[in-house]
């Protein structure tokens, strides 16, 4: 039985030569298209005076990065821990999504709604 590895960028393949009577049969495996699951760890009360309040999160897929958005804004890069610059007062919205190593994508990014209040 021969093996040889192949690698593109977010894929990794492998082709396995089988004898199948006298025939060789390849068969490849490797593409992981399981998104990974998105879950936020930490972060203020459902009411906070902390203006500039902290998030911890992660993935059930180790090697996951991370995009993340608050309010209306769009998703940019991000890690965690992430300390959100200084908010108004009111209600706010934080928003993570994790994509694992093959770029699949949590389809339903984790949310955290809170309000910041006055002290």
């Known amino acids: 039985m021969k093996a040889r590895a192949a690698r593109n ?56 990065r991370f995009v993340c958005k608050r309010d209306g804004k769009g998703f940019s890069p991000c890690e965690s821990p992430k300390t959100l610059k200084p908010l108004s007062y009111g209600r706010h919205g934080f928003y993570v999504r994790a994509i694992d190593a093959f770029a699949n994508k949590d389809p339903t990014a984790a949310a955290y709604v809170f309000k910041v209040v006055r002290p």
């Not at 990794?12 to 025939?23: D, K, P, Q, T, Y």
């Open 9 to 64: 960028c977010a894929r990794i393949g492998v082709l396995a030569m089988a004898l199948a009577g006298s025939v060789a049969v390849p068969a490849w495996t490797g593409h992981d298209k399981t998104p990974p699951q998105t879950r936020i760890d930490s972060g203020p009360g459902s009411r906070t005076t902390d203006k500039t309040p902290r998030f911890t999160f992660s993935s059930n897929e180790k090697k996951s």
